[in-house]
C-alpha cells in the first residue's frame, strides 16, 4: 500500500495536516486537527527515507508502545498511533509555549529557581517511574511545563517500559541517548534503572545553576566513558557562594554508582522542597575534585561493571517509599507515642530505603492572634521540632533518612493531607486518641486523613485505647 504523502492540507485517518513546527533528526511534528477531538494537536512522523538511521524506526515503534500507555498531568496525552504498514505516526496534545532548552541563554539560573524548577520535574520523574517507565533522555529539550506549573516529559523514543520489549537494547550495542546527560551505567548496557534518570537530572541541575556542563560536552563514547571513574569539579569550586545543600544534593545526584543516589525521585524532589532538611555530607564540602589516585582506583574497580539480575522499577520505588508519621509532643500522650515508634519501626525494618517525615501540627486559632512563645517563654515551634527529634532518635536512622516538620494550619487534618499530597507521601502513619463527644460531633483528625488521603494510611492507638474512638487531633498538637 503507498505511503500517504505528509503535506498541509492532506488527511491520515481522519486528521489533517497543518503546518511542519520541526523537523528533527529523528521525526518531524506537524500540526494536525480532527473533527472528534477539541484540544491542539500534533502529530509526530518517523524519518523512514533512504538513509535514515534505523535507530529512528526502532526508537519510534518504543514511542507508540509506550505513549499510549502513560496518563497523568506530567505526560501529553496520547490520542492515537498510525503502524509502519500505512503511516506510523502518535497524535498528542499541543502543550502551549516552548522547552525548557529556550532558558539555556539564561543560565546560570538564580539558586531557587532552578530548586523549584527541577523539584517540579523530578516530581514528573516519579510519577513516570510509577507508570514503569524510565526516560533516558531528561535534557532541557525534552520538558516542557503546563501553565498550571506541571512538568511534562516528552521525547519517548529512548525510554524503557519494565514491562514491555526493549527493542533498542535487543538490536543495538551502543547507548542511546544525549551524551552530556548520559549516566554511566547506560554505557555499560543498563536500561532498566530509574536512577539513571536522577544522574540526567542532575547534570541538569548542575548545568543550570552554574552554567557549565559537569562532565564537558564530549560525545565519542571514549569521552563519555570517563564519567564511569570520573567525578565531575564541585559546583563551590566554580561559584564560591554555591549553596552547601545543593551540591549536597546534585552530587549525590552524579554518583557514579546508582546505589549512592538518591532511591527514588520522590525523595530527591522531597529534598529539593526542603532544603533545610538536607543531611549535610563530606560532598557539601568538596572544592576539588577525587584525587587522581582515587579515580584511577576507580577506574580499574569492577565492581560497577559486574553483571546484575534485571531490574524491576515498580520494585525499587516500592522498596524507597516516604512515609510522614504524624505525632502529638504533648506531654499527656506517651503511650500512643509509643506505639507509633514500635508501629514506625515495624514498617521501616522491611524498607531499608525509606524516607521518614515526623510531623506535628501547630494548630492556630481561627480569630485570636497566635502566641508563638509558650507560658514559660519558649518557641513553641523550635520546641516541637526537638521533640520530633527525640521520638525518632531511638529509630536509629540515618539523617538522610529522616526530617522533622512543625505545620502551622487552623485545620490539623488537612495540612497532614496537603503535606501528603505536595511531598508524593507513599504512606501516612497517625495516632488515634480516646473519644469524646466533640470528636465524635466534629469528627476526628485520623477518620478525615484515612478517608481523604490518596495514599496508604495506618492508624494507630496504643493496647490500653483499644475499642475508643479513633481520633489523631492532638497528632496535631
Known amino acids: 500500500m503507498p505511503k500517504p504523502l505528509v503535506k498541509s492540507g492532506a488527511e491520515i485517518d481522519g486528521y489533517t495536516i497543518g503546518e511542519c513546527v520541526h523537523a528533527g533528526g529523528m521525526a518531524t511534528l506537524w500540526t494536525v486537527t480532527h473533527p472528534g477531538i477539541d484540544v491542539p494537536l500534533l502529530m509526530k512522523i518517523p524519518r523512514v527515507s533512504e538513509g535514515e538511521d534505523p535507530a529512528a524506526i526502532v526508537s519510534f515503534e518504543m514511542e507508540m508502545m509506550i505513549l499510549p500507555r502513560l496518563a497523568g498531568p506530567h505526560v501529553p496525552s496520547c490520542f492515537g498511533t498510525g503502524d509502519f504498514a500505512h503511516q506510523a505516526y502518535v497524535v498528542i496534545e499541543r502543550i502551549p509555549g516552548t522547552t525548557l532548552y529556550k532558558r539555556l541563554a539564561d543560565l546560570p539560573l538564580p539558586y531557587e529557581e532552578a530548586r523549584l524548577l527541577v523539584a517540579k520535574i523530578a516530581t514528573a520523574l516519579a510519577d513516570l517511574h510509577r507508570q514503569n517507565v524510565i526516560h533516558h533522555d531528561i535534557k532541557p529539550s525534552s520538558i516542557m511545563f503546563r501553565e498550571s506549573g506541571e512538568a511534562v516529559l516528552i521525547d519517548y523514543g529512548l525510554s524503557h517500559h519494565n514491562h514491555l520489549p526493549d527493542l533498542l537494547q535487543e538490536e543495538f550495542r551502543l547507548p542511546y541517548g544525549t551524551a552530556p546527560y548520559m549516566a554511566p551505567e547506560r554505557l555499560l548496557g543498563v536500561r532498566d534503572d530509574p536512577r539513571s534518570d536522577l544522574f540526567s537530572l542532575g547534570?541538569?541541575?548542575?548545568?543550570?545553576?552554574?552554567?557549565?556542563?559537569?562532565?564537558?560536552?564530549?560525545?565519542?563514547?571514549?569521552?563519555?566513558?570517563?564519567?564511569?571513574?570520573?567525578?565531575?569539579?564541585?559546583?563551590?569550586?566554580?561559584?564560591?557562594?554555591?549553596?552547601?545543600?545543593?551540591?549536597?544534593?546534585?552530587?549525590?545526584?552524579?554518583?557514579?554508582?546508582?546505589?549512592?543516589?538518591?532511591?527514588?525521585?520522590?525523595?530527591?524532589?522531597?529534598?529539593?522542597?526542603?532544603?533545610?532538611?538536607?543531611?549535610?555530607?563530606?560532598?557539601?564540602?568538596?572544592?576539588?575534585?577525587?584525587?587522581?589516585?582515587?579515580?584511577?582506583?576507580?577506574?580499574?574497580?569492577?565492581?560497577?561493571?559486574?553483571?546484575?539480575?534485571?531490574?524491576?522499577?515498580?520494585?525499587?520505588?516500592?522498596?524507597?517509599?516516604?512515609?510522614?508519621?504524624?505525632?502529638?509532643?504533648?506531654?499527656?500522650?506517651?503511650?500512643?507515642?509509643?506505639?507509633?515508634?514500635?508501629?514506625?519501626?515495624?514498617?521501616?525494618?522491611?524498607?531499608?530505603?525509606?524516607?521518614?517525615?515526623?510531623?506535628?501540627?501547630?494548630?492556630?486559632?481561627?480569630?485570636?492572634?497566635?502566641?508563638?512563645?509558650?507560658?514559660?517563654?519558649?518557641?513553641?515551634?523550635?520546641?516541637?521540632?526537638?521533640?520530633?527529634?527525640?521520638?525518632?532518635?531511638?529509630?536509629?536512622?540515618?539523617?538522610?533518612?529522616?526530617?522533622?516538620?512543625?505545620?502551622?494550619?487552623?485545620?490539623?487534618?488537612?495540612?497532614?493531607?496537603?503535606?501528603?499530597?505536595?511531598?508524593?507521601?507513599?504512606?501516612?502513619?497517625?495516632?488515634?486518641?480516646?473519644?469524646?463527644?466533640?470528636?465524635?460531633?466534629?469528627?476526628?483528625?485520623?477518620?478525615?486523613?484515612?478517608?481523604?488521603?490518596?495514599?496508604?494510611?495506618?492508624?494507630?492507638?496504643?493496647?490500653?485505647?483499644?475499642?475508643?474512638?479513633a481520633d489523631a487531633g492532638e497528632a496535631a498538637g
Open 203 to 469: 547534570v541538569l541541575l548542575y548545568f543550570f545553576t552554574t552554567g557549565e556542563r559537569p562532565f564537558g560536552e564530549g560525545e565519542t563514547l571514549r569521552a563519555m566513558r570517563r564519567r564511569l571513574w570520573r567525578d565531575p569539579h564541585p559546583p563551590r569550586a566554580l561559584r564560591a557562594d554555591y549553596p552547601p545543600w545543593l551540591q549536597e544534593v546534585v552530587l549525590r545526584c552524579l554518583e557514579i554508582e546508582p546505589v549512592r543516589r538518591y532511591p527514588t525521585a520522590s525523595q530527591l524532589a522531597f529534598d529539593l522542597t526542603h532544603p533545610d532538611q538536607v543531611r549535610l555530607t563530606t560532598r557539601s564540602e568538596r572544592m576539588k575534585r577525587d584525587p587522581l589516585g582515587v579515580a584511577w582506583r576507580r577506574r580499574f574497580n569492577q565492581g560497577v561493571m559486574q553483571p546484575r539480575a534485571k531490574s524491576d522499577v515498580a520494585a525499587q520505588i516500592a522498596s524507597s517509599p516516604i512515609l510522614a508519621v504524624a505525632l502529638d509532643t504533648a506531654e499527656g500522650a506517651p503511650e500512643l507515642n509509643e506505639a507509633l515508634r514500635v508501629t514506625t519501626e515495624r514498617i521501616l525494618a522491611t524498607l531499608p530505603s525509606a524516607r521518614l517525615a515526623c510531623l506535628n501540627v501547630l494548630k492556630l486559632n481561627r480569630i485570636a492572634i497566635d502566641r508563638t512563645l509558650d507560658e514559660q517563654g519558649s518557641n513553641k515551634h523550635i520546641d516541637r521540632l526537638v521533640a520530633l527529634r527525640h521520638w525518632a532518635t531511638p529509630l536509629k536512622l540515618d539523617e538522610s533518612r529522616l526530617s522533622a516538620h512543625v505545620l502551622e494550619a487552623v485545620d490539623p487534618a488537612a495540612a497532614i493531607l496537603e503535606f501528603a499530597e505536595v511531598n508524593h507521601v507513599d504512606h501516612v502513619i497517625i495516632g488515634a486518641r480516646q473519644g469524646s463527644f466533640r470528636r465524635t460531633l466534629l469528627g476526628s483528625v485520623s477518620a478525615k486523613v484515612a478517608a481523604e488521603a490518596a495514599c496508604t494510611v495506618t492508624v494507630v492507638r496504643p493496647p490500653r485505647m483499644a475499642g475508643d474512638e
